[in-house]
């Protein structure tokens, strides 16, 4: 049977079309007290490229990324990773802003990420050893983790979600407290992790570095996706009245 015409729909840009999408959310609802939080959200995001979340304080897309995630499930539409209903496991990583990490050194908690993920023991010393050079964290591996700085232990918890070698890397606002140098150390590992083949979905409410990271621009707003737009297109010129005055830094409310 075909699929029903959604209310919008959006699909991505890159590679629209040639394979199933990573991840789709088809008018998903997500209700709260009533309240409709996330309210008919379509949207299709390719198994490649770099798609940034962009929209005001509330939009929706912290909870966007817990459904891509498959941490809650909607209250009425569905979510489908690459064409299929299965909650994936592995194959979908979700870094915080506020690193989470065990109270053990940086390699105890690589080790164990390892371990959770199923690598072999015999191979994981040199899994463990490419993390810690994958974030500059070599000269950090036998320090307890929790007494590290903002932006050392982003790493390490960004290294450890790849350590499961996700195909799929769901990132919530993760350079929101850093400064400009952890930030750019952030940056340099999700160009990686895209440069190796993962499919990047990051929420920042930072201009720049959506300009930085992007191929395209999904813009939320109350709960609905306003516009998806390939990234230089969405600076230049945005196609939503909502993207608009986000731009021209008007409150949305
Ligand atoms: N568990 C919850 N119960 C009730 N309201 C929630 C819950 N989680 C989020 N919300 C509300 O849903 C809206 C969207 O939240 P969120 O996705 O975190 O927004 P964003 O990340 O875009 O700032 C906000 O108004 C928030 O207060
Ligand atoms: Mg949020």
Request: net charge positive; proline share 6%; charged share 25%.
């Amino acid at each position: 049977m075909p699929e029903p015409i959604s209310r919008a729909s959006h699909l991505s840009v890159i590679e629209a079309g040639v394979k199933p999408p990573a991840v789709a959310l088809h008018d998903v609802v997500l209700e709260r007290r009533g309240k409709a939080l996330v309210d008919g959200l379509t949207l299709s995001l390719s198994t490649s490229g770099t798609t940034v979340l962009m929209g005001p304080n509330g939009a929706g897309k912290s909870l966007t990324l817990r459904l891509m995630a498959g941490l809650i499930a909607p209250d009425e539409g569905r979510v489908r990773w690459n064409g299929v209903e299965t909650t994936p496991s592995q194959s979908v990583a979700l870094v915080f802003q506020k690193p989470v990490l065990l109270r053990r050194s940086v390699r105890a908690n690589l080790k164990h990420a390892l371990k959770t993920y199923g690598v072999s023991r015999i191979e994981r010393p040199r899994r463990l050893e490419k993390l810690l050079e994958m974030g500059e964290l070599e000269n950090l591996a036998d320090r307890p983790a929790r007494v590290l700085s903002g932006g050392e232990q982003q790493r390490v918890a960004l290294v450890r979600a790849l350590a499961a070698r996700p195909k799929l890397l769901l990132l919530d606002e993760p350079t929101a407290s850093l400064d400009p140098q952890a930030t750019a150390a952030i940056e340099s590992l999700i160009r990686m992790a895209a440069q190796n083949g993962a499919k990047i979905v990051l929420v920042t409410h930072d201009r720049g570095q959506a300009q930085r990271l992007a191929d395209e621009i999904v813009f939320l707003n109350h709960g609905q996706v306003a516009e998806v737009t390939p990234a230089q297109r969405f600076f230049d010129a945005p196609q939503s009245q909502e993207g608009r005055d986000y731009l021209d830094g008007h409150l949305l409310l």
